[in-house]
């Protein structure tokens, strides 16, 4: 069983930064590959970034590549998603989840966390 948490969601400018953080609870987080989705008002919830348990694989959505990074530190249970270049419609809530391997597909993702909104004004 694991436990997500996200935090470091906020209103910026469009061009800013944000750092989301995903908190994991749970002997097992390290096994597990983690991924951040975002679903915006009106749409549905949509893959964004994933990282294997190691670290040393990820894989990110186009709308994001070269913008976002995806990060964990197993020691301290987290996983981090840099956002830079922030536009507008990347405003959704964002959302991580834990899966078996890593992958982009969101129902392989067993555990969620509940979210935490972000919020890119022009």
């Known amino acids: 069983q694991v436990q997500l948490v996200e935090s470091g969601g906020g209103l910026v400018q469009a061009g800013g930064s944000l750092r989301l953080s995903c908190a994991a609870s749970?002997?097992?987080?390290?096994?597990?590959?983690i991924g951040w989705f975002r679903q915006a008002p009106g749409k549905e919830r949509e893959f964004v970034a994933t990282?294997?348990?190691?670290?040393?694989?990820?894989s990110y959505a186009d709308s994001v590549k070269g913008r976002f990074t995806i990060s964990r530190d197993n020691a301290k249970n987290t996983v981090y998603l840099q956002m830079n270049s922030l536009r507008p419609e990347d405003t959704a809530v964002y959302y991580c989840?834990?899966?078996?391997?890593?992958?982009?597909?969101?129902?392989?993702?067993?555990?969620w966390g509940q979210g935490t909104q972000v919020t890119v004004s022009s």
């Open positions: 990282i294997s348990w190691s670290g040393r694989s990820t």
């Open positions: 989840a834990a899966a078996q391997k890593l992958i982009r597909t969101l129902r392989e993702y067993d555990y």
């Open positions: 749970g002997r097992t987080f390290s096994t597990y590959a």
